[in-house]
């Protein structure tokens, strides 16, 4: 350790080396790179002059409660909703989903005059493909789930399926817009308008479509008549919306917005009490103490980009995703899954193809991989009706991807002719405690194949291990030079 400033960044520099690159649109998840260096510069500035701030105490400082109002404002109207829809700026998507199934809950819970979850559990309706924060949610919150299939071919839920999964008990129903695996958007009016005939409230997970869909050609989401486009507060059933600045928003990590129409339905998701000696607490969201940094950054970025930002950016990820549509329409062995919405591709084995002309997704993405790019691959998953979606390989474009088109069309074009025919990898239990001590391997379709044959309790446990064994101090390795 040394407390020379330029040698402690130095050091963080070198750890940081180990990483992807999170520019340059060669990493087709978790990172939304707009291509534009200064909107980084304008970012990191803005989060340096709130870094001492805490956002615990918005009556205390001022400034944290201007940001979070004009970001609200900014959000209700991009997603067309009026006076009446009110809500908070979140640390991500998961704290959105989250907190709009606690609302959901307590206001389920107030209207049968009750004030805990002790007696019946309400219950959360969402598609198979609902993205995982809502199942974390009613882990936590106590909801029981009732999983609704969707359509392996078109990776769609059926809007009557939804409603028909509605009981008494329903707290929730939770569409997605669009959803994550496959990106296809879920019948939002239609779910919403047979919802609301039950006094069932809706919430439309647009965590990674909301700043893309507003903006997306071919779309007219503003003025269009056809409710089957439709997905946001335009839809009169639809009550809450939880949407990430920090995906196709391109704000830094550490902000998303969530909506409600109603303010009793936003009220219903803080927490306040004096039940202590201190003082009085009020948190709108999970956190206490929190960083104003994210909302700064966020504010800074929206403000750069306003509507005609947004649209310029969702135009040039347009494009992209039409070329590597293309160039995917022409790799033989390799479909794309239902008729994806935006930006987000889910690419399976072409099942009209006999095994010997077959690209396996697994083992595409770490050919594509030993290219240069990273894809995302996602096991295949057995729905409670026993029909089990497919094994796929998922895309995210971003600006970014069309810097970097040709060569990644080149990428998924070889990498198929690399494996095409290839037998699909098969589960190696024994690869288990391999990993747990050697860790990942460079190939991970064996490690794939076998997460995705182990029952969910199995993969629970294996994944937990894995995760907090490259955490754990005492177990992990630094492999970056430190000390
Ligand atoms: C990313 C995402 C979330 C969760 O958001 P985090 O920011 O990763 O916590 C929820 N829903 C969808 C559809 C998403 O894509």
Known sequence: MTDDPADILAELSRIRHADPP??????????????????????????????PVNGLDPTTFASVARLERDLVRFTRSVLHGDGEVAGSVTSGGTESCL??????????LAARGETDASGERPELVLPTTAHPAFRKAAQYLGLTLAEVPVDPRTGIVAADDVLAAITPRTALVVVSAPNYPFGTIDPVARVAAGAQQRGVPVHVDACIGGWLLPWWP??????????????????????????????????????????????????????ATTGWPGYPVVNPTVLGSRSATANAAAWAIVRALGTAGYAELVARTAAAT????????GISGLTVVGAPAAA???????????????VDPFAWVDAVRRRGFLLQAQPAFTQPDGTTLPRTAHLTITPATESVTRELVAALREGADEVRGRPATGPQPDLVAEVLT??????????????????????????????????????????????
């Open 22 to 51: 999170t520019h340059g649109g060669r990493v087709l998840s978790y990172v939304y790179d707009h291509g534009r260096p200064e909107l980084d510069a304008l970012a990191a500035e803005a989060a340096a002059m709130f870094l």
């Open 99 to 108: 907190l709009a199934v606690k609302s959901a809950r307590d206001c389920w």
């Open 218 to 271: 071919e779309r007219d989401t503003g003025d269009n008549t056809d409710d089957h486009e439709r997905w946001d507060f335009a839809v009169e059933g639809v009550t809450s919306i939880s949407t990430d600045l920090h995906k196709y928003g391109y704000a830094p990590k550490g902000a998303s917005v969530v909506l409600y129409r109603g303010r009793e339905r936003h009220r219903a998701q803080y927490y």
């Open 322 to 329: 039409g070329a590597v549509r293309r160039a995917l329409d």
């Open 344 to 358: 987000l591709l889910a690419v399976q084995a072409d099942p009209d193809r006999a095994p010997a002309h077959q």
């Open 438 to 483: 050697r860790g990942l391997p460079a190939e991970m379709a064996p490690v794939l194949s076998t997460l995705e044959a182990m029952d969910g309790e199995q993969a629970r446990t294996v994944l937990t291990a894995l995760l907090a064994s490259v955490i754990d101090p005492d177990v992990a390795e630094d492999t970056d030079g430190g000390d």
